[in-house]
């Protein structure tokens, strides 16, 4: 899957903390624009979208 504007990572953890859903990203190496965290960081998410993925899947930050 190619994301080509968006950074996006492979999630390698999930976590909650106080009501908000957070995604722990490490960046595609095709990702070489100005990305938010670097190689990798958190991503916070709504309860959905956290729902709805897994470990090890992509997700692109918009």
């Known amino acids: 899957m190619s994301c080509e504007s968006n950074d996006c990572g492979n999630i390698v ?4 903390s106080n009501g908000l859903y957070f995604f722990t990203l490490t960046i595609s190496a095709n990702s070489s624009n100005n990305s938010q965290f670097g190689r990798g960081g958190q991503a916070e998410v709504t309860k959905e979208v956290y729902d709805s993925f897994n470990l090890g899947e992509e997700y692109c930050i918009d």
Do not use: P
Not at 13 to 16: F, M, R, S, T, V
């Open 13 to 16: 953890d999930k976590y909650e």
